[in-house]
């Protein structure tokens, strides 16, 4: 059995249970009762499934395969592929969050990303080789973009090439030669398939080779990999340095419809908004566990709750999460809608982001000394954050997309 640890479940019988939730403004009503229903039975899978058992996994640095058979029976990979909402799609991601970080980055990195790409992007024959598998988590995909040089500006400075071999060629080809690195791949150590972003080394109009996707079968030739070790954060993500030796790709596994890097912006787009409700989560969760704490410590003969700092303090965090969730309900509408643009995307993801470091450092204060061991939860939550603040662009990055969409002026490069 696994334990659970202190703060990871409230009591069967708890002073908070009865209390308003962290969705203060009742942000779920605007889904439908499908979509209600099936976030309660979500829910219910992360309280019996993950709930007590993601501070161990954390801890270890381990990631849970055996959940994924019953993680897929849920049926919510790609959720606006399947007729649900944008805002359904991004509770979904802050639910996960608010239970674990590490398994929401997993989805989000194997269903908005990789899948959402065979959709996107994939041929009809791809389609039909690839997606059903992919979908219900019997195979599982990596987004491969940074590179160990580069990460914000990967898209000019991209360095793993692509060259195309011909069918006249002695060996029979029509296939690609890809060598380079890649760095910080999620579940790149142990996925099936990744989408592999490399520059075409043929020179194109502008004196460029253009940036072509390839779906490469991880256990291919010439592709090495390695976890990276020492995290703080994400610990039970299984990010990997890649590295492709003249590795063979067929030209049937060239994604036909990305021709440049602009390509990649609708993917990109969507993931920067699932990270902006990783945000999001982050901050119900940390909520969830101070104020549990705060009604449940007992300080100077009375309830930490009693205190007017502690109060003032879980009202901070509340205000954050609930200007976070506002924020992501109208980019979700604007998804909905198809207008959202990237500079809208990127003050979301900022300004959640910011909103979502205030929160958590506050959370950890409340639990005091407790706040800094993972037994009680925080520790592991305002660790996580982290890795929010920085991936799917920096807040500084962030920021200067929407600087440049307000004042007409560049100030990135």
């Not at 805002?87 to 639910?95: H, R």
């Not at 954060?233 to 340095?241: C, E, G, I, K, P």
Request: some cysteine.
């Amino acid at each position: 059995m696994h334990p659970v640890t202190p703060g990871q479940e409230a009591p069967a019988a708890n002073a908070a249970d009865s209390l308003p939730t962290a969705d203060f403004f009742g942000f779920e009503a605007l889904l439908s009762e499908r979509e209600r229903l099936k976030l309660a039975e979500l829910r219910q899978f992360l309280a019996a499934e993950v709930a007590p058992f993601a501070t161990e996994w954390w801890n270890n640095a381990e990631f849970p395969a055996h959940i994924l058979p019953k993680l897929a029976a849920l049926e919510l990979s790609a959720p606006a592929q399947r007729g649900y909402s944008h805002l359904f799609a991004g509770l979904v991601i802050a639910e996960i969050t608010r239970v674990d970080t590490s398994i929401a980055t997993f989805f989000l990195v194997h269903h908005d990303l990789f899948v959402e790409s065979l959709y996107g992007f994939g041929s009809e024959e791809q389609k039909g080789r690839l997606l059903d598998d992919a979908a219900s988590l019997r195979t599982t995909g990596a987004f491969a973009l940074t590179e160990p040089e580069h990460g914000s500006d990967v898209a000019g400075g991209m360095e793993t090439r692509a060259r195309r071999v011909s069918a006249a060629a002695d060996d029979g080809g029509d296939y690609w030669i890809l060598n380079g690195a890649k760095r910080w791949i999620g579940n790149g150590t142990f996925c099936d398939y990744m989408l592999v972003w490399a520059r075409d080394e043929a020179e194109g109009p502008d004196g460029k080779g253009a940036i072509r996707g390839f779906i490469v079968d991880a256990n291919l030739q010439g592709v090495s990999r390695s976890r990276i070790e020492h995290k703080i954060a994400l610990r039970t993500v299984q990010n990997a340095d890649i590295v492709f030796r003249d590795v063979r790709v067929a030209e049937a596994d060239r994604f036909a419809g990305i021709e440049s890097f602009e390509d990649t912006n609708e993917l990109l787009r969507g993931s920067r908004i699932m990270v902006a409700w990783q945000a999001v989560g982050q901050q119900l969760a940390a909520f969830d566990v101070a104020r549990q704490h705060a009604v449940e410590r007992q300080q100077f003969g009375r309830p930490l709750a009693k205190f007017q700092l502690i109060q003032q303090q879980l009202v901070t965090m509340l205000g954050n999460a609930v200007a976070s969730m506002g924020m992501m309900v109208r980019i979700a509408q604007l998804q909905q809608e198809g207008s959202a643009d990237m500079a809208q995307v990127a003050l979301a993801k900022s300004y959640t982001s910011a909103r979502m470091r205030e929160t958590v450092a506050m959370g950890r204060s409340i639990l005091g000394g407790n706040g800094i061991v993972s037994d009680f939860r925080m520790a592991k939550i305002f660790a996580d954050a982290e890795a929010i603040y920085t991936y799917e662009g920096s807040f500084e990055i962030n920021t200067l997309i929407v600087g440049r969409a307000v004042t007409g002026v560049s100030a990135i490069v």
